[in-house]
């Protein structure tokens, strides 16, 4: 939703529970929706123009996400997601890193560690992804569908991350896709 005129922004948990349902079912795609919903939280202040009820359930949402494929996975569940492929790769990473810096000294529900736990992950993951495209290309070439995931992770990394090395490394990988 558009900030209104006081830079709140209009959006309930109501309108969450699609996502929500399919992060709950660990539905394969997911990973396209945290990126949008870490967007969110960083362009909403991270989560100060929200209504508090919709500001929890997002927090929520982000320290119960599964990140990679190694983490638990809670019983009774499958894990639909796909985690090979380049471009749920940059974005499981870019996604793990922002969530990780967001929230460096919460404990992640999924995963029983901390944001900078997860920082630290993600970090030698998003530099290996950018070199390999660098020196070897992408796999998902010409795919007009992947280019799209691939800009949505790189950009959100340039944007966003904390460390301004890692910020360069999005845009040069934003710059490669482009």
Known sequence: ??????????????DLSTITKR????????????VALLNLWYRSG?????ATATRD??????LGFKYWYDEPQPAGKVDERWYWSENHQILFHTIELL????????TFTNSATTGADHVAHAEP???RWVDERARFGFSEWYSNVYYQEDLEATVAL???????????LGAIAADLVL
């Open 125 to 127: 993951l998003i530099r």
């Open 57 to 62: 359930h997002l927090r929520s949402l982000i």
């Open 23 to 34: 992060f709950a079912a660990f539905e394969d795609t997911t990973d396209f929706d945290m």
């Open 158 to 168: 340039a944007e966003f991350a904390l460390d301004d090395d890692l910020a360069t």
């Open 46 to 50: 991270r989560g100060k123009r929200l």
């Open 99 to 106: 969530a990780g810096q967001a929230f460096p000294d919460d």
């Open 1 to 14: 939703s558009d900030p209104d005129a006081t830079g709140a922004v209009d959006l309930t948990v109501d």
